[in-house]
C-alpha cells in the first residue's frame, strides 16, 4: 500500500530535550515537505527537499533542521525545542514531474512543556 | 498580508443544498493551484490541481473552477460524508519551486 508514514504520532517532551520525527515513503517520491498545523493559522511549510541532498527553507524553518540522506526518508529533527513548537506536524511527499499531488502522512502531535 | 485567503471559515448546509468555496489568491505568477480535503485528525488528502484561469476539474459532487484571482469548489447537492476541512494552496512563480503556501481552509458542515 503507497503511504507516508511518520513517528512517533504523538510526542510529549520537556524545553530542550534534542527529538527527531521520522518521516519515510514508499512510493520512490523525490519531492518531500514537512508542515506544521496550528489552530488559526493554517498549515505552514517548515523545509522541503526536491530530492536526495537537496533541501530548502519552507515559510517558518526556525528552530527545525532536516536531512534527505535517502530518498524515502525525510527526518524532522528539533534540536532544542521549546514550548511555541507545540503543533501538529504532517510529512508530504510528491512526484517532482506533473502535478503536485502531495500524499500526507497521518500526522504527529507534539507537545513541548 | 496573506497570500492566500479562504472563505467562509466556516460553512454549514443542509444535505442536497449545494453552495460554493471561495480561494482568493495573490502571487507574481501562478504555478499552481491545489485543492485538499481534511478529515479530523488526518492529514491532508489531494483533490484538485488547476494551472491556468478558465480551467475546470470535477470529482463526484465536487467541481473546482479557477480565475486569474481565484478558485472556487463548487459543491453540488452535498452528503454529510462530504463534511470535511477544504484547503486551498498555491505555488508562486515568484518562489522556490516546492513551497506551496495553504490558506487556512473553509470548514464544512453536511447535516441529513
Known amino acids: 500500500e503507497a503511504q507516508v508514514t511518520q513517528n512517533p504520532r504523538y510526542l510529549i517532551t520537556v524545553t530542550g530535550k534534542k527529538l527527531t520525527v521520522t518521516c519515510s515513503q514508499n512510493?520512490?517520491?523525490?519531492?518531500m515537505s514537512w508542515y506544521r498545523q496550528d489552530p488559526g493559522l493554517g498549515l505552514r511549510q517548515i523545509y522541503y527537499?526536491?530530492?536526495?541532498?537537496?533541501?530548502d527553507k519552507g515559510d517558518v524553518p526556525e528552530g527545525y533542521k532536516v536531512s534527505r540522506k535517502e530518498k524515502r526518508n525525510f527526518p524532522l529533527i528539533l534540536e532544542s525545542p521549546s514550548p511555541n513548537q507545540t503543533s501538529l506536524y504532517f510529512c508530504?511527499?510528491?512526484?517532482?514531474?506533473?502535478?503536485?499531488?502531495?500524499?500526507f502522512g497521518p500526522g504527529t502531535r507534539l507537545t513541548v512543556t | 498580508e496573506d497570500q492566500v485567503t479562504q472563505s467562509p471559515e466556516a460553512l454549514r448546509l443542509q444535505e442536497g443544498e449545494s453552495s460554493s468555496l471561495n480561494c482568493s489568491y495573490t502571487?507574481?505568477?501562478?504555478?499552481?493551484l491545489f485543492w485538499y480535503r481534511q478529515d479530523p485528525g488526518k492529514g491532508p488528502e489531494f483533490l484538485f490541481t488547476?494551472?491556468?484561469a478558465g480551467e475546470e476539474k470535477e470529482k463526484e459532487r465536487l467541481k473546482a473552477t479557477l480565475t486569474k484571482k481565484e478558485s472556487f469548489l463548487h459543491i453540488t447537492a452535498p452528503k454529510p460524508e462530504d463534511s470535511a476541512t477544504y484547503l486551498c494552496?498555491?505555488?508562486?512563480?515568484?518562489?522556490?519551486?516546492?513551497?506551496?503556501?495553504f490558506g487556512k481552509g473553509t470548514k464544512l458542515s453536511v447535516k441529513p
Open positions: 508530504a511527499s510528491s512526484t517532482i514531474a506533473g502535478v503536485y499531488e502531495q500524499y
Open positions: 502571487v507574481s505568477g501562478l504555478r499552481g
Open positions: 488547476l494551472y491556468s
Open positions: 512510493m520512490n517520491h523525490e519531492y
Open positions: 494552496a498555491v505555488q508562486d512563480y515568484g518562489g522556490s519551486q516546492g513551497n506551496l503556501i
Open positions: 527537499s526536491m530530492n536526495v541532498e537537496v533541501t
